[in-house]
């Protein structure tokens, strides 16, 4: 399977403990973009990464969310101290070399925070 | 803020039916996508339009972009139980193809 990995596919954290998302980009690509689909909610941007480099985080919440992409390994969104608020459907994006070509979203990590 | 209107939210069919279900914006977009998703799963591109008055056929659906670029349409003729599922719109503007705003979606079922 080359598409795009996402792990865990489920996740359940107590509120105040922290969540780690990852993502593997499809094989190529060297552009990820999480996106958060909240409950009755669209896809919503939230950082856009390449290796080593955060490109847009205009998307993300200022406070306890971060993201990285290190030159090996898998995308990591980080969410800190989580609360209620944070249950949701974590997608990433891969995108090829061009960054212009069709966004491939993985099939999402979905959090519940107890 | 940018906003994508689907309508209509919910839409329930028997199959051989046809649709259609719409994407409407105040906002001009240089291109417009729209995605499946299945429950459990992430979204899956079916089509990119990008200029004003395209029309694009995939075999039973039919995709529009509206001539000012703020709208879109998706017609599904022949409707068959495998088309159920979610169907999102999602715009991207000049220079921004990867921060594409979503629409909440239109839930299809078709039964058979």
């Known amino acids: 399977n080359a598409g795009v990995m996402q792990n865990p596919r489920h996740l359940v954290r107590r509120r105040g403990q922290e969540a780690r998302l990852r993502c593997s980009p499809m094989?190529?690509?060297?552009?990820v973009y999480w996106y958060r689909q909240l409950p009755e909610e669209g896809l919503k941007f939230m950082v856009y990464?390449?290796?080593?480099?955060?490109?847009?985080e205009s998307g993300m919440p200022k406070e306890r969310f971060s993201a990285e992409f290190p030159k090996e390994g898998p995308s990591i969104l980080r969410i800190q101290q989580v609360v209620r608020g944070d249950s949701a459907a974590y997608f990433c994006?891969?995108?090829?070399?061009?960054?212009?070509?069709?966004?491939?979203f993985g099939e999402g990590s979905r959090l519940t925070v107890l | 803020t940018q906003l994508l209107e689907q309508s209509p939210q919910f839409l329930s069919i028997q199959e051989g039916e046809n649709l259609t279900v719409y994407c409407n914006s105040s906002?001009?977009?240089?291109?417009l996508q729209w995605y499946r998703q299945e429950p459990g799963e992430g979204p899956v591109l079916l089509v990119t339009?990008?200029?004003?008055?395209e029309v694009k056929k995939l075999k039973r659906l039919t995709f529009q972009f509206g001539d000012a670029r703020k709208d879109s349409s998706l017609h599904i003729t022949a409707a068959q139980p495998g088309d159920t599922g979610l169907y999102l719109c999602?715009?991207?503007?000049?220079?921004?193809?990867?921060?594409?705003?979503f629409g909440k979606g239109t839930l299809l079922t078709v039964n058979p």
């Open positions: 994006a891969s995108q090829g070399q061009e960054a212009t070509g069709e966004l491939f």
């Open positions: 094989k190529g690509h060297s552009h």
């Open positions: 990464l390449q290796k080593e480099n955060i490109i847009d």
């Open positions: 906002s001009v977009f240089s291109s």
């Open positions: 339009v990008v200029t004003g008055g």
């Open positions: 999602a715009g991207a503007r000049r220079g921004s193809n990867y921060k594409l705003t």
